[in-house]
């Protein structure tokens, strides 16, 4: 398994804001990379990271990768529903 381009970026401060982003690990995809751990961090307004390895041409991944975060984003979150807790 190859871990490809490693890149983690924060939230802005203030909301609508642009939070810090830097790339950790590899050299290839770094715009790319970089542009989707930002947009992780601010759907999420959590710290996001991502890794990067494709065979795609940089600007076709970022915009193939995006466009499937956007979608993962509207569905979200699967899985067993949280409860109340009984204790």
Known sequence: MKIGTLAVSTVGLRKGSAGTS???LGGKYLVASRALAEK???S???MGIVSLNTHLME???LRLYSSL???ARQLGPVGPKETGSKG
């Open 44 to 46: 999420f307004n959590k």
């Open 40 to 42: 992780v961090a601010a």
């Open 59 to 61: 600007g076709e991944a």
């Open 22 to 24: 830097s790339v950790l």
């Open 69 to 71: 975060l956007d979608k």
